[in-house]
């Protein structure tokens, strides 16, 4: 409880991670949070622009691979409480998205990055294909668009210490949900709930 | 009067005229609720509210002395340099000049003020800071907008540090019979209350009078008669305040008018760098004034001047 406390704290110093709820209101409803991924404070700095009550239940997916072992490891899984996925496609003799889905039934919400990669550049990238399976096997979890401006200015992708600029944390309304939508089309739309917030 | 005389005399009469503020800004708001609301009365109610927090640690700042004026002023320029960064476009390339700004430049500039090496202080940022910074960038390998990148930075860094940090750096003059005693914080409140006033006096007087712009264009809020009234006014604050200061009566009216007037257009050249960037405030720091580097754009024109005016007329 006092790591996060004072991860919460130290981010806010170094990069402002200012709340702006424009489309929705804090709610402990289950929620899908996606979001544009620029940098590798994105997560921290997301999950920290949630009030401190909602951020207990909301886990941010992250890579096995990166936040794994040492300071990382200790940091994800004491300070932001990730849910930990293997990208290596090796390993997929089960569905990844499984442990997700479970953690939506369990009534906890999720922070996603549907583009899979950081990108150094304002506007999000094409979205892979997991936040429109996720959003199938989980149809009362609201699907809530976020911006996250200015960090790919604050932490560019390859450098180690972040520009302390004022980043502000944007919300949207949550998507319409649409019965037998193309997966194309799907992803295209929410692509574009997190371009309309920029 | 020694120091402590002076300090009592000066926030007691702070204090009372916050005192008067408050009730006046509570009575008018009382007023305006039965005729459903005012947005300038609320607005001048917040700005109280943010002067009694100022007034709160100036003054306890003023008990803990010294180096506690310079850690202020740093975290001061800290955030109107992220405010003015936040707001300039700027890309990958300028991280590493950006990263030294905020955790070299700044520190190391503020630390020149705590020891004392004026020299040093007076150059490190014009020569050794402005021939740094275009390297570095160069060095990212990024040459598109090359000049207009290395410019914002270079720019931004001067008006948020090196301009600010002379508000702190008066502790460094030295005037006989007055800097032996310590008595150097009050040549910088003497600074910041005309600035202050100037302000506030110049947007009362341009609410009340206000008719013909100064500068349209740039700054819709300042007109003629404002600037005039206001800054009148900010001359007579400054010229009762002759007792805290080593000035004359008519000195300090001399320096106060100096403020007053580069205070003024450290407001006009900041508006005009906001406007061309396409923000109203800074940032939302101080709930009705907009961000740190709106109420400290005066400030970063005034306390050059007044420091090497002081150093020149006053130092032997």
New interface residues.
């Given amino acids: 409880m006092l790591v996060q406390y004072l991860l919460a704290f130290i981010v806010r110093v170094l990069v402002?991670a200012r709340a702006l709820w424009i489309g929705c209101k804090p709610s402990d409803a289950v929620r899908i949070y996606f979001a544009n991924h620029t940098s590798h404070m994105d997560t921290i700095a997301l999950w920290c622009a949630l009030p401190s009550n909602l951020r207990a239940k909301t886990r941010p997916v992250a890579a096995a691979d990166y936040w794994h072992g040492g300071f990382r490891g200790w940091l994800a899984r004491h300070g932001f409480n990730a849910l930990l996925i293997d990208r290596a496609p090796g390993n997929r003799d089960r569905d990844p998205l499984a442990p997700l889905a479970q953690a939506l039934e369990r009534g906890e919400s999720l922070i996603i990055f549907p583009e899979g990669t950081r990108r150094?550049q304002a506007l999000p990238g094409e979205f892979k294909s997991g936040i429109f399976y996720l959003a199938r096997q989980a149809p009362a979890a609201e699907l809530v668009p976020v911006y996250l401006d200015?960090l790919?200015?604050s932490m560019?992708?390859g450098?180690l210490?972040p520009?302390?600029?004022?980043c502000a944390v944007r919300f949207g309304a949550p998507l319409q949900r649409v019965t037998d939508e193309t997966k194309e089309a799907f992803l295209a739309r929410a692509r574009q709930a997190v371009v309309d917030l920029a | 009067m020694n120091m402590q005389q002076k300090f009592f005399w000066l926030f007691g009469i702070i204090l009372s005229l916050l005192v008067i503020a408050s009730l006046i800004g509570w009575l008018l708001h009382r007023r305006a609720q039965r005729g459903g609301g005012n947005e300038t009365i609320d607005n001048l109610n917040a700005r109280i509210r943010a002067w009694w927090v100022m007034v709160v640690i100036i003054a306890v700042n003023f008990v803990l002395g010294r180096n506690a004026t310079v850690v202020l002023f740093a975290i001061a320029s800290?955030f109107a340099l992220?405010?003015f960064?936040?707001l300039t476009p700027?890309r990958?390339g300028d991280?590493l000049p950006?990263?030294v700004c905020?955790?070299v430049l700044l520190p190391v500039q503020y630390w020149l003020i705590a020891d004392d090496w004026y020299n040093l202080f007076a150059i490190f940022l014009p020569v050794y800071g402005f021939l740094l910074l275009p390297a570095l960038t160069a060095a990212g390998g990024d040459t598109e907008h090359f000049l207009e990148r290395v410019t914002k930075i270079q720019w931004g860094l001067m008006i948020t540090v090196y301009c600010i940090s002379y508000a702190p750096a008066l502790l460094l003059v030295q005037v006989p019979g007055f800097s032996e005693h310590g008595q150097n914080l009050m040549l910088m409140i003497f600074l910041l209350s005309v600035v202050q006033m100037s302000d506030v006096l110049q947007y009362v007087f341009g609410k009340l009078f206000g008719k013909h712009k100064i500068a349209p264009n740039v700054s819709p809020s300042k007109t003629v008669e404002g600037f005039v009234g206001g800054g009148l006014s900010a001359v007579g604050v400054g010229t009762a305040l002759w007792w805290i200061t080593p000035f004359t009566p008519l000195q300090a009216s001399g320096m106060a008018a100096v403020i007053v007037i580069a205070g003024f257009l450290g407001g006009l050249a900041l508006s005009a760098v906001k406007r061309s960037i396409g923000a109203k405030d800074w940032?939302s720091m101080i709930e009705g004034h907009g961000g740190m580097l709106d109420r400290l754009d005066s400030v970063s024109f005034a306390a050059p001047v007044f420091f090497h005016l002081t150093r020149y007329f006053f130092e032997p």
């Fill in positions: 402002g150094a200015n790919y200015r560019p992708k450098t210490l520009v302390p600029l004022t | 800290l992220r405010e960064i936040t700027t990958p991280h950006l990263v905020f955790y940032g």
